[in-house]
């Protein structure tokens, strides 16, 4: 098997052949390739089934009416999204999704960074809370989201008992089953279970900075804020603009802790775009409109690759003048 | 901190015994501010949890007495028995456990491999597929469900636990090639170039020599891969019916019976649910935080 035979000169990813002085023949070019293929091969067929096979199939569904049992299609141009553009229900779905993203991201950011400012001081037996702090972060979204809806109970709810036994029979209220309130619960439980990891990835960082820089800042007399906001502030915008688009992937992307917290209610109060896309395709069996609805949430998430693609070379870049 | 700082180093009038004792009262108040700060948070991050461990130690009537009980007197076992002797619970536990080994199984496999292809060879695409690796990992899964959907019905992998490892590798598959091929990027290429002289073929290569240098980094992915498998609930949901493959997750969320949620069992459930991930994060965390932020992207 010649095809399996490694040679030194391929390895260490230098030009397979030294600067020849004519052109490889492709023969011998095709030789040097193809352990390389041969060994993302696996990987390649994964991404053609499991990636680039649903691009397609979800953007043919979504100009076509899906009949089933039977996948039969029916081409209908653009009428699914137009059908999506035209419902009175779309705006209030983007709205709630929006306020679902922005919150969550907002919420996980600021109490991440807090948190990771707090655990960040050299303060004895501090390192044993942030083992504490962390376990929100380890255990299962099902769990957590199952623990908050117990928290969040109108009649035996912890939070609602203590309210009671405090007196404050009127605070008591209907958390999860009132539109008023259940999105903020969510928010809530959704912040709790992400923040910790939103303080590692900042305290990762952190710990990397130079002590000496603080050294010196105070020595020329910077107070606390003006450290922070002249030398940890700076330091952290790298990792602080990963942290904002992992944070909005997954917000677009939360699943679990809606549909086994609320199940989008009440009254869709919880809603969001990803369980809408649940909900057309299998509880309304609509796959057609569903994919329209797909398309275009992989619209918005392909703006944001390309933004977290800077993001992450920016936070190459940075560590490595650090380093 | 301005008050503090007012009165800095070397008023001149101050003796010197009088500034230590001034410093070590700072150190002290700096000190206490911060630690309880950090209690606060560890409040919010603890308080709810130690509550569904009270809740699952609690005899039935004691769950939902009036004031709440923090600390459950007497402690009970009987959730935790009950959740045992569960069969229904029981299966859905072996079905987590079935299709998360074998997930993770796979994804060291097709890791290794893509990982080291793209680690040591140059071929053209390579970038493409890099990138398109990385893409994956953004995915949201929300989208894919209707495609994947489709495929399973073809594949006629419905309700099976191929199907359900074949879904569950998409969302894995990516981050433990990252995380591997920043690895293997670091490992001098050295040893395996005199190995490739002394005749060692490519398998040889993989076997003997990459991989037993290689036993950190695949424990870290082994966990992550693990933790994801047996955490996953949407794929679970939408691509299982009935009770025959349906993983944990999907049981504890739709945990409900003619009576109501039993919430002292559910509680009990999720304790034992949780004890994997528990183990693995308190062993890898730092490599799950580097996986999981940007596969660990190097070069």
């Known amino acids: 098997m010649s095809l399996l035979q490694a040679s030194p000169g391929r390895l260490g990813g230098r030009p397979a052949e030294a600067p020849a002085r004519h052109k490889p023949s492709w023969r011998a070019r095709w030789n040097a390739w193809a352990p390389g293929y041969l060994l993302v091969l696996p990987?390649?067929?994964?991404?053609?089934?499991?990636?680039?096979?649903?691009?397609?199939?979800?953007?043919?569904?979504?100009?076509?009416?899906?009949?089933?049992?039977?996948?039969?299609?029916?081409?209908?141009?653009?009428?699914?999204?137009?059908?999506?553009?035209?419902?009175?229900?779309?705006?209030?779905?983007?709205?709630?999704?929006?306020?679902?993203?922005?919150?969550?991201?907002?919420?996980?950011?600021?109490?991440?960074?807090?948190?990771?400012?707090?655990?960040?001081?050299?303060?004895?037996?501090?390192?044993?809370?942030?083992?504490?702090?962390?376990?929100?972060w380890t255990i299962p979204s099902v769990v957590g989201a199952n623990l908050w809806r117990w928290i969040f109970q109108t009649d035996s709810g912890v939070l609602n008992q203590t309210l009671r036994s405090w007196g404050l029979e009127s605070w008591a209220l209907n958390w999860l089953g009132h539109p008023d309130t259940a999105m903020m619960a969510v928010i809530i439980a959704y912040t709790w279970a992400g923040y910790p990891f939103v303080m590692l990835l900042i305290l990762a960082r952190m710990q990397g900075i130079p002590q000496e820089l603080y050294e010196a800042a105070r020595i020329d007399g910077a107070n606390a804020w003006q450290q922070f906001r002249y030398i940890t502030l700076p330091s952290l915008k790298a990792v602080l603009l990963v942290a904002l688009i992992l944070e909005i992937v997954s917000g677009l992307n939360s699943f679990d802790t809606l549909v086994i917290m609320t199940g989008g209610g009440p009254a869709k109060a919880t809603q969001i775009w990803g369980l809408e896309i649940y909900k057309t395709a299998f509880t309304a069996f609509n796959l057609g409109g569903a994919s329209a609805l797909s398309v275009l949430m992989f619209i918005a998430v392909l703006v944001m690759f390309v933004f977290y693609g800077a993001a992450n070379?920016?936070?190459?870049?940075?560590?490595?003048?650090v380093a | 901190m301005t008050v503090l700082d007012a009165d800095g180093p070397g008023s001149p009038s101050m003796s010197a015994a009088s500034r230590?004792?001034?410093?070590?009262?700072?150190?002290?108040?700096?000190?206490?501010?911060?630690?309880?700060?950090?209690?606060?948070?560890?409040?919010?991050?603890?308080?709810?949890?130690?509550?569904?461990?009270?809740?699952?130690?609690?005899?039935?009537?004691?769950?939902?007495?009036?004031?709440?009980?923090?600390?459950?007197?007497?402690?009970?076992?009987?959730?935790?028995?009950?959740?045992?002797?569960?069969?229904?619970?029981?299966?859905?536990?072996?079905?987590?456990?079935?299709?998360?080994?074998?997930?993770?199984v796979i994804a060291l496999v097709v890791g290794v491999l893509g990982a080291y292809g793209f680690s040591r060879y140059r071929f053209p695409g390579r970038d493409t597929l890099l990138w398109s690796l990385l893409f994956t990992k953004l995915f949201p899964r929300v989208v894919v469900i209707v495609p994947f959907f489709v495929t399973l019905r073809n594949l006629d992998m419905m309700n099976t636990y191929q199907g359900l490892i074949l879904v569950y590798l998409m969302a894995i598959f990516p981050v433990a090639i990252w995380m591997l091929k920043g690895f293997f990027d670091n490992i001098p290429v050295e040893i395996e170039e005199a190995a490739v002289v002394d005749g060692c073929s490519l398998p040889q290569l993989l076997w003997l020599i990459v991989i037993p240098m290689s036993k950190p980094a695949l424990a870290a992915v082994a966990m992550y891969s693990f933790i994801i498998a047996w955490n996953e609930f949407l794929f679970a949901l939408v691509f299982t019916n009935g009770l025959s493959k349906r993983p944990l997750s999907v049981a504890l969320a739709f945990f409900i019976d003619e009576n109501g949620i039993r919430w002292g069992e559910l509680m009990a459930a999720s304790a034992v649910m949780s004890l994997p991930a528990l183990i693995v994060f308190s062993i890898a965390q730092k490599a799950l935080v580097r996986g999981l932020s940007e596969g660990a992207v190097k070069g």
């Open chain 2, 20 to 104: 230590s004792r001034r410093r070590a009262w700072r150190t002290g108040f700096y000190r206490s501010g911060i630690v309880s700060l950090a209690l606060v948070f560890v409040a919010f991050s603890v308080l709810p949890l130690a509550w569904g461990i009270s809740t699952a130690l609690k005899e039935k009537e004691a769950v939902y007495a009036f004031p709440p009980v923090w600390i459950p007197s007497p402690i009970t076992f009987e959730n935790f028995i009950a959740v045992f002797n569960n069969a229904a619970l029981f299966q859905s536990f072996l079905n987590t456990l079935i299709i998360a080994t074998c997930t993770t």
């Open chain 1, 313 to 321: 070379k920016a936070a190459q870049r940075q560590r490595k003048e």
């Open chain 1, 43 to 136: 990987a390649v067929l994964l991404i053609a089934l499991m990636m680039v096979y649903p691009v397609v199939q979800t953007v043919y569904f979504s100009v076509n009416k899906v009949q089933l049992p039977s996948f039969r299609t029916t081409f209908v141009g653009l009428d699914n999204f137009a059908r999506i553009l035209s419902n009175p229900d779309t705006w209030p779905l983007v709205q709630r999704t929006l306020i679902w993203v922005v919150g969550i991201v907002v919420c996980r950011i600021a109490l991440g960074l807090a948190a990771a400012m707090v655990f960040n001081a050299r303060v004895p037996g501090i390192v044993w809370l942030r083992v504490l702090v962390i376990l929100p």
